[in-house]
């Protein structure tokens, strides 16, 4: 088995309801996951609720893998 080449040290923080802040390494700035639209009704989020909405962390594996 080879050596291992990189070890990613990421931290997430749960905020309010379905949203999660990321620090990842290469970002100045943190990450911020949360639900929208589809999902958010799949997962029964009362939108009443979500007052801040953003990409899904499934938004960002479609987009990784995609590029």
Do not use: C, N, W
């Amino acid at each position: 088995m080879s050596e291992v080449v990189y070890v990613s040290k990421s931290r997430i923080e749960r905020k309010v309801g379905p949203v999660r802040v990321a620090y990842l390494p290469g970002e100045a700035q943190p990450v911020v996951f949360s639900v929208h639209g589809p999902i958010a009704a799949h997962y029964k989020v009362d939108p009443a609720k979500l007052t801040d909405s953003h990409a899904s962390t499934i938004d960002y594996v479609i987009a990784a893998t995609a590029g």
